[in-house]
Nanobody, 124 residues
Framework: VQLQASGGGLVQAEGSLRLTCAAS????????VGWFRQAPGKEREFVVA???????EYEDSVKGRFTISRDNAKKTVYLEMTSLKPEDTAVYYC???????????????????WGQGTEVTVSS
């Protein structure tokens, strides 16, 4: 599976962006997909993930503001981000791993495939 993340940009606080993670390869529907982010000088952190059963889990700081969805026919996962805050500034990465009905995986090390990242900058 190859992943391509896009949709980042510069936005003012309280603005919105939609990130897209486009995948290649077969059986995309059998993959769990997660979004992670890494701010300058900080470790990569979990944001949200959606598994093959469409189970979803959000990191607490984005609950109610971010929405993840997937379109398996298009092999794409979307991350709709609203009410953006300066602390959301980071490079956002999408990642995928073959689903084993394990539940949502939150650790970056559990994901096998990674996109190149798309930069999100939120100005105050």
């Amino acid at each position: 599976v190859q992943l391509q993340a896009s949709g980042g940009g510069l936005v003012q606080a309280e603005g919105s962006l939609r990130l897209t993670c486009a995948a290649s390869g077969r059986t995309f529907s059998n993959y769990d997909v997660g979004w992670f982010r890494q701010a300058p000088g900080k470790e990569r952190e979990f944001v949200v993930a959606i598994d093959a059963s469409v189970g979803i889990e959000y990191e607490d700081s984005v609950k109610g503001r971010f929405t993840i969805s997937r379109d398996n026919a298009k092999k794409t996962v979307y991350l709709e981000m609203t009410s953006l805050k300066p602390e959301d500034t980071a490079v956002y990465y999408c990642a995928a791993v073959w689903s084993i009905d394990y539940g949502i995986r939150r650790r970056a090390a559990e994901y096998e495939y990674w996109g190149q990242g798309t930069e999100v900058t939120v100005s105050s």
